[in-house]
């Protein structure tokens, strides 16, 4: 049963470009969350998509949107690139109907902005 | 609103000898609150979680954690650390069931096992 996965791994961009990052949930989950971690820090909340559609946000500005697809995986977008936005960004899934159970995180794609 | 606070951003600790990661709460109702593990280039691995029912809970590799309301705190610990415990762990928050809401994470601790 596979888990939660991501793609690219890694990936390097420079400023001002546009990003498209990946994340197919674990089998059996519905619920797709994104998270940015910076460097030292822990992650923080970007939004979450249930039913193909973003269902809370947390404080990212707009140049940050997503899409989840019919299948439940997703998509995160970042447009107009700046150095700040380096960090590694976690997927993490989860299912609605089991509400006490955890997300499942995967292991990331590592964002670089030259 | 939810805040986690994890003191110590940095815990050395001897192999064989007892871990203790402090994390405390904030949260205006009743939380849900875990702790994960992260190893190098890695995403986070769940270890434990408290959702309602028994405050001392027991998750992987020997670790457990007790909830205490009265001190909003949920700290973890290890009777003995092993070489392979050293990592970076986080503890997090949530509002509501965590399969439906977001989760606020602390800035986590680093755990350095001597030999």
């Known amino acids: 049963d596979a888990g939660v996965t991501q793609s690219p791994t890694h990936l390097i961009k420079t400023r001002g470009q546009q990003v498209t990052l990946r994340c197919s949930p674990k089998s059996g989950h519905d619920t797709v969350s994104w998270y940015q971690q910076a460097l030292g820090q822990g992650p923080q909340f970007i939004f979450q998509?249930?039913?193909?559609?973003?269902?809370q946000r947390g404080n990212f500005p707009d140049r940050f949107s997503g899409h989840q697809f019919p299948n439940y995986s997703s998509e995160l977008n970042v447009n107009a690139l700046l150095l700040g936005d380096s960090a590694l960004y976690l997927c993490a899934s989860s299912f609605q109907g089991a509400g006490n159970q955890p997300q499942h995180f995967g292991d990331g794609t590592r964002l670089s902005i030259l | 609103a939810q805040s986690v606070t994890q003191l110590g951003s940095h815990v050395s600790v001897s192999e064989g000898a007892l871990v203790l990661l402090r994390c405390n709460y904030s949260?205006?109702?009743?939380?849900?609150l875990f702790w994960y593990v992260q190893y190098p280039n890695q995403g986070l691995q769940l270890l434990l979680k408290?959702?309602?029912?028994?405050?001392l809970v027991k998750g992987i590799n020997g670790f457990e954690a007790e909830f205490k309301k009265s001190e909003t705190s949920f700290h973890l610990t290890k009777p003995s650390a092993h070489m392979s415990d050293a990592a970076e762990y986080f503890c997090a928050v949530s509002a509501l069931p965590p399969g439906t809401y977001k989760y606020i994470f602390g800035t986590g601790t680093r755990l350095k096992v001597l030999a």
């Open positions: 998509y249930y039913e193909e559609e973003e269902r």
């Open positions: 949260s205006s109702v009743p939380p849900y």
């Open positions: 408290y959702t309602t029912g028994a405050t």
